[in-house]
């Protein structure tokens, strides 16, 4: 099973709410991934973590803040974002923390910032 | 000079022929390589991995790698309509585990 899970599918938001991502795996993955990705581009990396530690931050607003409570979770907090911010936020996991480990995406989350 | 870099397409091929995607890269020290089938609206997902030179068969799918020339190349056989989507070539570079993505390559199947 290389499932990753993801909530809500679809948020719209204001710019002044807090609301928070949420990814899932249950395939003992020891790094999990942040991902943008906006129209017709590909993914860009935001966070990752490795053994629940945060290892790669790629140079991020502090309007969003991950989380990693333990191996299977992963969230993303949001807070004070602006319209730019609207775009397709993925998470990935894989089983390799260096090396070339295969990444395995969830679904997404459809973030809509008015 | 990008990283990897896909021809952005699109790629039109009749159903039933075979479609060739390819990607090329800069970084000699890269090691891994994927390609990721997106479907529009949805997320990347994984058609093949690839680690040495040479060709690697999955299906209808078979990669290929030629790390001396620096390329990697994806072939479809007896295409079909719900093949029609974006492919994403993506490489790790050295021991890291950051992926690099190319811009994608849209692929149209025609019937």
């Known amino acids: 099973d290389t499932e990753v899970t993801q909530t809500p599918k679809h948020l719209v938001m204001g710019m002044t709410n807090k609301k928070s991502l949420k990814c899932e795996q249950h395939?003992?993955?020891?790094?999990m991934y942040w991902y943008k990705q906006k129209a017709k581009k590909p993914p860009e990396l935001m966070f990752v973590?490795?053994?629940?530690?945060?290892?790669i931050n790629e140079s991020v607003p502090s309007r969003f803040s991950p989380e990693c409570p333990n191996s299977s979770l992963l969230n993303l907090h949001l807070h004070a974002l602006q319209p730019e911010d609207s775009a397709l936020y993925l998470c990935?996991?894989?089983?390799?923390?260096?090396?070339?480990?295969?990444?395995?995406f969830g679904p997404g989350t459809r973030l809509l910032v008015l | 000079q990008k990283e990897v870099e896909q021809n952005s397409g699109p790629l039109s091929v009749p159903e039933g022929a075979i479609a060739s995607l390819n990607c090329t890269y800069s970084?000699?020290?890269?090691?891994?390589f994927f390609w990721y089938r997106q479907y529009s609206g949805k997320s990347p997902e994984l058609i093949m991995f690839?680690?040495?030179?040479g060709d690697k068969e999955d299906g209808r799918f078979t990669a290929q790698l030629n790390k001396a020339s620096q390329y990697v190349s994806l072939l479809i056989r007896d295409s079909q309509p719900s093949d029609s989507a974006t492919y994403l070539c993506?490489?790790?570079?050295?021991?890291?585990?950051?992926?690099?993505f190319g811009g994608g390559t849209r692929l149209m199947v025609k019937p």
């Open positions: 990935a996991s894989s089983q390799a923390t260096s090396g070339g480990g295969t990444q395995y």
């Open positions: 395939m003992g993955h020891r790094a």
């Open positions: 973590y490795s053994y629940e530690k945060l290892s």
């Open positions: 970084d000699r020290g890269s090691q891994s």
């Open positions: 690839i680690y040495s030179n």
């Open positions: 993506a490489v790790i570079i050295n021991a890291g585990n950051m992926l690099t």
